[in-house]
């Protein structure tokens, strides 16, 4: 399983944007890169994925590096809400499984 | 949409009893379903992979006669932790990838089953 880099851990203020970065630099070129969440004592939560281009949600922008070696997830406006750890995820379509890393544990401050 | 339960959300149990824990997809087909665990501040870790009418794969390490997986139709997969004793306890976690779904390898989890053995 292609290996993404992500910091320990993040922190933030309220209502202003956050950026989340993640190296996958061994990416080949049918990776999507996923992005999940995971609240406390909760179960994981899809945020967005991408392949090539860069994504708009409701809940967050994936901005994907031209050569697709590193992606940045962004909260344009953070809330206490967001607190969480991001995931970070290559997978290959058709692949299934999802395979976890640390991920950036995200500190919210009001 | 695309919301996965599980039942129960919290379990004890004594060492040497078995224990089933459900995860359902309420509003969506799943053919496929996958099952977690989480010990406290680690990640998750993949423990098997269960396709609708099909046996478990299960990952490297993870013992399947410990572990029953049961994918009985589309919305419903069960594990059962046999006689579970102390180290067994652990935060699990279903997911579940919809059928014929538009979205590449998108899976949807479920809030977790938060097992104690005494």
């Known amino acids: 399983d292609a290996k993404t880099t992500q910091p320990n851990s993040m922190e933030s203020n309220e209502e202003e944007p956050v950026h989340l970065p993640c190296n996958h630099s061994t990416i080949s070129g049918t990776d999507y890169i996923h992005w999940y969440r995971q609240l406390p004592s909760q179960g994981p939560e899809y945020v967005i994925h991408?392949?090539?281009s860069n994504v708009n949600n409701r809940m967050a922008s994936l901005a994907i590096a031209e050569d697709r070696k590193s992606s940045t997830l962004i909260l344009h406006r953070a809330t206490l809400r967001d607190a969480a750890v991001y995931y970070c995820i290559l997978g290959a379509q058709g692949a299934q499984k999802l395979v976890f890393g640390q991920g950036t544990r995200l500190t919210i401050n009001p | 949409g695309a919301v996965v339960s599980q039942h129960p959300s919290r379990v004890i149990c004594k060492s040497g009893t078995s224990v089933k824990i459900e995860c359902r997809s309420l509003?969506?087909?799943?053919?496929?379903m996958f099952w977690y665990r989480q010990f406290p501040k680690q990640s998750l870790m993949l423990m098997a992979t269960?396709?609708?009418?099909?046996?478990?794969?299960?990952e490297q390490g993870v013992e399947k006669d410990k572990f029953l997986i049961n994918h009985a139709s589309l919305t419903l997969s069960t594990l059962t932790v046999t006689s579970a004793h102390p180290e067994d306890s652990s935060f699990y976690i279903c997911?579940?990838?919809?059928?014929?779904?538009?979205?590449?390898?998108?899976?949807?989890f479920g809030p977790g089953t938060r097992l104690t053995v005494l």
């Open positions: 991408g392949l090539t």
């Open positions: 269960s396709n609708e009418g099909s046996k478990a794969t299960y």
């Open positions: 997911s579940a990838r919809p059928y014929d779904s538009g979205d590449p390898d998108t899976q949807y």
């Open positions: 509003d969506f087909q799943a053919t496929t």
